[in-house]
């Protein structure tokens, strides 16, 4: 009885609210009645009153696509984080991954964009949650635990958040509040179908279903029912079947959750009304009523009220908005009676009007014209009596006039609703046609719209994510974030939830910093680059690669991003990235085959390397030989000596020997050169001049050494010879 009570004082409060928001709704709807003329100083249109130009529904639209479009435009949610330290990032991306995923799952885009539509249309829109519903994964896999491999499907069964944003006629806050948290709470009613509510009995915590699908209330409907033209004489909790839902978020005296019962209150000397609305303290509660019957009813488990409002127009100490319908009643009334008087005038030029004598027709005649039509007139009527029974007149066109009247009530729409025609699309010949005057057009019906998208940002987007993030810390579990996101995220997620709170980042909604027409962000951000870059004082001190990088987000192209992450790195398409990966590998191949047939290559030089050594050796050997003979021939073919008459056999072995020990001594020299030259190919070229010097001294070391027993030959056959002659040949 106490909350059907305030339901119904706070319903009753909103009547006059209702009946403004039940107006914007026609206008946006294009519903034509019998008075949204009046006010407008113009006479009342008869005949064309069904006809209804849309300025209000396109005014809306151009607002609600320009809102949604800076939301999201770019294909991002409109929130970001951000580490408090970057050692922290990847705490912080965790958060934003888990965030998005949620939001995907509730369809939180489909659901803001709506809400962008009602704050258009009524001005006030309100969400509520977070709520809790089932979700589940399914998996499938290979099982081979039978023997044979079969598909098998498993499931997981986890609790997400949501939000529901409500239709604004359906909701009804406590009158006397500026401020949601500051009232004593709002009802929101809905009409849902007897099985959805006999449905809850299967659930533990709802109680009383069956009293719900059989009590009976008023006879009135819920606010949304009446905007939709279903009006009838239907019961307050009952309408065609449904059942009322009213779902009540606030504040009900402690005594009311105990339960205070008749003996306690005769005990207490309390009547009914004061045994419910006692002056003891108030608990947050969320309660379900069904049917005039209080089916759940549970103490508040969030640390605020679970309802968010938002305004597109702020009105202060109001707790209702003002949208672009409200700001465009006034014009939208000028310009439906202008035009239906505009019809009706161009009719009456166009057709003209006539004066009849009656007397001269039959009184049959009804004076209808269409194609073919005959006259019946009276017999007997001469020609002039004929063409004078129908005088025909022209009537003046005044609708040049009701043109300007038109013309006039849309730049007034323009003025109150801050969407200009160009904003809307529409062209128009006083707008001025170069980019800088458009750009100052632009620039001009943005700020009521950046008005707009702060007001979202700041009282719907911001207190979404921060109940998110706290239920999660509270209730989302590590194992779902595993499933979901996988490993690695799930230890980040661990550590996340033992710390137990989210002062590791900073995040803020982006719908205004997005909202600024791109065209002219691009323009500043171009002249800045001409400005800094340009200049050799500043453009040291400029991030070129973090400027390149907020033009290309700023111009939103729609592709990925040209600009180089890294060093040697570059976003590219993965098509070409993959068939830049087959060439490298191609290249790598080829690198491997050339490498193997430059060895090859070296193989063969050093072996053709040997085999000239080789040669040359064999050939120095040769020559040698071919000199020993040819001194062997000489000396044979060589005359005796004068003063001795024969031979001295003595003096020939001695020769002999003199001639092998030079044979030999150059054996050996051939062989160190050879030694010599092997050494210096595998020595490396910084030494190669000492150890060429070294190696020279060592010849002739050894050169000297060699010497000493062939000048001891030498002596002595001249010793015994006795002749000079011998020696010098020597």
Known sequence: MLLEERLIAWEKSRTSQELKMTECYRDVMRIPADDDTAGTGLAKSKKAKTLFVGSTRNKVRAARAKINDALFGAGKLPFDTSPTDEKLAPYADAIEDILTEQMSRMKFKAMLKAGVNTLATYGTGFVFGPFVREACIKETSAD?????????????????????????????????????????????????????????????????????????GSNEDIGSARTQQLRGNVEYWHKNDRIKVARFFGKVPASAMKGVTDEEADELGMDDDEAQEDNGPMVDVVVIMAGG??????????????????????????????????????????????????????????????????????????????????????????????????????????????????????????????????TQGDDSSNLNKTASGISMIMSASSLPMKEVIQNIDELWIEPMVESLIEWNLKYLDVETVKKIHGDEAADVWRQIKEFGKHSFMDWQATGTSSFMQKEILTNKLRAFADFAMSNPVTAPLIDARELLNQTWDVMEIGRESPILKEEGEQEIPPQIKQQLDQMQQQMQQMGDALGKAGEEVDKLESEKAGRERELSIKEREIGIKEQDAEAKRMLSMQPPPETQETTDPEMVKLEIARMQIESSERMKAMELDAATMTQAETVGDESEDGEAAATLQALQQMMAMMAAPKRVIRDELGRVAGVETVQGEM
């Open 144 to 216: 081979n635990s039978a023997g044979y491999t079969a598909l098998k499907e498993t499931e997981y069964k986890f609790d997400a958040p949501y939000f529901e944003l409500a239709n604004t006629m359906d909701v009804y806050p406590d009158p006397e509040a500026r401020e949601v948290c500051d009232g004593l709470g709002v009802f929101w009613t809905t009409l849902e179908s007897p099985h959805t509510v006999a449905a809850w009995a299967s659930d533990k915590r709802y109680s009383n279903i069956a009293e719900a699908l059989v009590n009976k």
């Open 293 to 422: 019957v209080v089916v759940k009813v549970d103490e508040s488990p969030y640390g605020q009220a679970p309802t968010l409002r938002c305004v597109y127009e702020d009105v202060p100490h109001e707790i209702w908005g003002i949208g672009v319908a409200e700001n465009n009643a006034t014009p939208q009334k000028i310009t439906n009676a202008a035009f239906r008087l505009f019809m009706e005038g161009k009719g009456m030029s166009l057709l003209g009007t006539a004066s009849v004598d009656r007397s001269k027709f039959l009184a049959t005649e009804d004076f209808k014209k269409f194609p073919g039509k005959v006259y019946q007139m009276k017999p007997g009527l001469s020609p002039e009596e004929r063409q004078t029974a129908i005088l025909h007149q022209i009537e003046p066109d005044i609708t040049g006039g009701w043109m300007d009247v038109i013309r006039m009530s849309e730049q007034f729409s323009d003025d109150d609703t801050g969407i200009t025609k160009y």
